[in-house]
């Protein structure tokens, strides 16, 4: 029942973030669709954001019971299906509503006010932050090896939706230091991320903001996949492991969203017409790697640059290795 109960926060989370994705955009975009900023407090705007909650909500609450209720033969296919039902649903009913909206379509065509100046676009002072994740890793494994005799000669490291271990794992350094490699270098590929968002899109006030949030996501995979490495040695519980980062997310989603409603300079001018699907930006004539999104919180690629490409490859590269890190 206690991994049940896990399963099913896990699953509010997910509904919570998708429920909470209209607000997680400037005003002047709604489901990704750009509008009049006072748009939103119109009927229409009032309705569609209605709507797609009401459909979030009830698939939440059917994950959530399913997982409850169901037999346990069939909880591992339920655990499986339940977020992905979630996702798809947000997405469907995402798309639903910009098609809805795309009559009350605008085209920005409003430009942003720039410094003209020589000075090269250093780095924010707190962005030697971004260094701390691989201290905590290093700390961890530091730990493992001075208790290496306390390690058991063989721990559980994936347990199935029913609570019980279906993986283990032997005292071998794969075994031991696995989650700690791949933990690094997926930390490593988030800084490289946060360095490319800095130097590849165009300067902003909301710029800083994305980059503390970039490495702020860099502690949390740091510090989770450290909890798992030491987890033989300090039984530290499943609930913990899983909840913990998630409790960290909430925070940082909500310090950043209240950042980026603040006043900044105008939205990103660029051309509705880029838009793929409103969701993927493609403009072989703008130099930026990255651009201000229009589905959500934060930027996304320009996929005419072929930096983007490369860095989408070194992400596949890192869940590639999976097999060869991992017990």
């Known amino acids: 029942m206690i991994m049940r109960l896990i399963l099913c926060t896990v699953y509010i989370f997910i509904g919570a973030l998708v429920f909470a994705s209209p607000n997680m955009s400037r005003r002047e975009l709604l489901f990704a669709v750009p509008v009049p900023p ?102 961890a494994a530091t730990w493992l090896y001075l208790h290496w005799d306390r390690i058991p000669a063989r721990f559980p490291v994936h347990f199935g939706a029913d609570g019980q271990a279906n993986r283990w794992a032997e005292r071998t350094i794969k075994g031991v230091y696995g989650p700690l490699f791949f933990g690094t270098e997926i930390c490593s590929w988030v800084l490289i991320m946060a360095l490319a968002g800095w130097f590849g899109s165009r300067r902003s006030r909301s710029r800083p903001v994305m980059l503390g949030g970039v490495i702020a996501i860099e502690y949390i995979l740091g510090l989770l996949f450290a909890l798992i490495a030491v987890q033989p040695l300090t039984a530290i519980p499943i609930w913990a492991i899983v909840l913990s980062p998630m409790v960290i997310l909430i925070l940082l989603i909500i310090v950043m969203t209240r950042k980026m409603s603040e006043p900044w300079e105008p939205m990103d001018p660029t051309p509705n017409e880029c838009w793929k699907a409103d969701v993927f930006y493609y403009n072989p004539n703008d130099g930026a790697l990255f651009v201000e999104k229009r589905d959500g919180l934060g930027y996304t690629f320009n996929f005419a640059n072929r930096w ?16 060869f890190v991992l017990a």
């Open 308 to 323: 983007s490409w490369a860095l989408l490859l070194g992400l596949v590269l890192v869940i590639a290795s999976v097999p």
């Open 38 to 139: 006072d748009f939103r407090q119109s009927r229409a705007g009032q309705h569609a954001i209605r709507m797609f909650r009401l459909v979030i909500v009830m698939v939440v609450a059917a994950a959530a019971g399913a997982m409850l209720l169901s037999p346990a033969s069939f909880l591992s296919m339920t655990a499986a299906v339940a977020p992905i039902a979630i996702v798809l649903a947000g997405v469907i009913t995402f798309r639903w509503q910009n098609h809805a909206l795309a009559v009350a379509a605008i085209q920005f065509t409003g430009s942003r006010e720039v410094e003209m100046s020589v000075a090269p676009d250093d780095l924010p002072r707190f962005a030697w932050l971004a260094g701390g994740p691989f201290v905590v890793l290093a700390a």
